[in-house]
Nanobody, 126 residues
């Protein structure tokens, strides 16, 4: 079965950096687009970042652009989210998601992703 397991979430202070990891199994990782979403209490799950199956294309939400970087290591079946200059508003459960590669780049819709991890908590304090 497909499993996506996030790790790296911690309690940090505003301005800190943190790297999240998502380890995938049960799927051909190199043929899947990968995404990161997050959900804060009382809020809808929102798109954060995505990377294409080949790593050639990335997209970011405006709220994290310039601060977060998504990357992948297909040899390790792992996608990463490097976060810097963290803000209190970044506090959320961060979820990893996967979908089979596409011809046209689509990245931000939750309904398009086939597989989801259980999430990892990131808390940013002031």
């Amino acid at each position: 079965q497909v499993q996506l397991v996030e790790s790296g979430g911690e309690l940090v202070q505003a301005g800190d950096s943190l790297r999240l990891s998502c380890a995938a199994s049960g799927l051909t990782f190199s043929l899947h687009n990968m995404g990161w979403f997050r959900q804060a209490p009382g809020k809808e799950r929102e798109f954060v970042a995505a990377i294409s199956w080949s790593g050639s294309t990335t997209s970011y939400a405006d709220s994290v652009k310039g601060r977060f970087t998504i990357s992948r290591d297909n040899a390790k079946n792992t996608v990463y989210l490097q976060m810097s200059s963290l803000k209190r508003d970044d506090t959320a459960v961060y979820y990893c998601a996967a979908r089979f590669r596409t011809t046209v780049w689509e990245y931000g819709s939750r309904s398009k992703y086939s597989y989801w991890g259980q999430g990892t908590q990131v808390t940013v304090s002031s």
